[in-house]
């Protein structure tokens, strides 16, 4: 018989970096609906209990708090949760937005300490348990495709590296898969933070401009996220998930 090349997520462990909040929190909902155990990772205790409590999950939800930016925490969330099935990291904080001329490099240095620099050491320590047959899935976005102007070239050139980062790692790490997601803009928490109540009138904007007339929810961009770690044929892949942002 031809074996189904959709893996079943069913009793799979899934760690979300990220998960308390915004696309994180879409993925660890999703991953649930389709029964797996989740393991939500943050640095605010406070929003991990909350995502955890939102969740519900029956049991299935573990919250552990850990800046991915400090290599210790990330050792200690591998060694705490042991065997596991994916890596899933969303975690992420508003980027630098000042124009070149006017850049603040402690900004930018904790900026990419977080985002890159976090992925590597995840991807360094979820090596050591990964069960086989797993992935690791990491999240650009598309500021690297649309980058905001002006002060839009440190995030571009951050979302930009994870294709190049995933591509090597997949081939490093082989059987182990290793894709990307590039959303593009999402309805979440991050969006609160960066620009409060003209949110609505962004996104209003944006939403009569693409093609899909609306801008996403997490839940419009977990699939993608599930897909990767189903499909034990995608590897070294980013996939574009963004209502056809990048066409406009
Ligand atoms: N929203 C969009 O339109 C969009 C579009 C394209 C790409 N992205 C990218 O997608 C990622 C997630 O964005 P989002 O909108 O889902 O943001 P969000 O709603 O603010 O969620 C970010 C999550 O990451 C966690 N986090 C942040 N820094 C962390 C760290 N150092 N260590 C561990 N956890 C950390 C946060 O919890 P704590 O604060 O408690 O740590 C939270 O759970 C970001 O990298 C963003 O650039 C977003």
């Known amino acids: 018989m031809t074996r189904l090349p959709m893996a079943s997520l069913d009793g799979k ?38 995502a955890e409590k939102r969740l519900g999950g029956a049991g299935r939800v573990t919250a552990i708090a850990a800046d991915m930016a400090r290599e210790a ?42 985002k890159l620099t976090g992925a590597v050491m995840l991807a360094k320590h979820a090596a050591r ?23 839009g070239s440190v995030v571009a050139a951050v979302a930009g590296s994870f294709s190049y980062f995933a591509r090597a790692l997949a081939l490093e790490l082989a059987p182990t898969r290793v894709n990307i997601v590039s959303p593009g803009w999402v309805d979440t928490e991050m969006w609160d933070e960066i620009v409060g ?26 699939p993608a996220y599930l897909y990767l770690m189903q499909n034990d044929f995608m590897t070294g892949e980013t996939i574009h998930i963004d209502g056809g942002q990048r066409l406009v």
């Open 129 to 151: 348990t990964l069960s086989k047959g797993g992935s690791m899935i990491f999240t650009s976005g598309i500021n690297k495709d649309r980058p905001p102007v002006p002060g």
């Open 197 to 222: 109540a003209a949110k609505t009138g962004y996104f209003n904007e944006m939403g009569t401009r693409i093609p899909s007339g609306r801008i996403a929810t997490p839940a419009d961009i977990a």
């Open 13 to 50: 462990k899934i760690i979300v970096v990220g998960g308390s909040s915004g696309i994180g929190y879409g993925v660890a909902a999703a991953a649930l609906e389709h029964g797996a155990e989740v393991v939500i990772v943050g640095r605010s205790a406070q929003k991990l209990g909350a």
């Open 73 to 114: 925490d990330i050792a200690r969330l591998f060694d705490t949760v042991g065997a596991f099935d994916h890596l899933v990291a969303t975690a992420g904080t508003p980027p630098p937005n000042y124009p070149i001329g006017e850049t603040d490099m402690d900004f930018v240095r904790r900026f990419v300490d977080g």
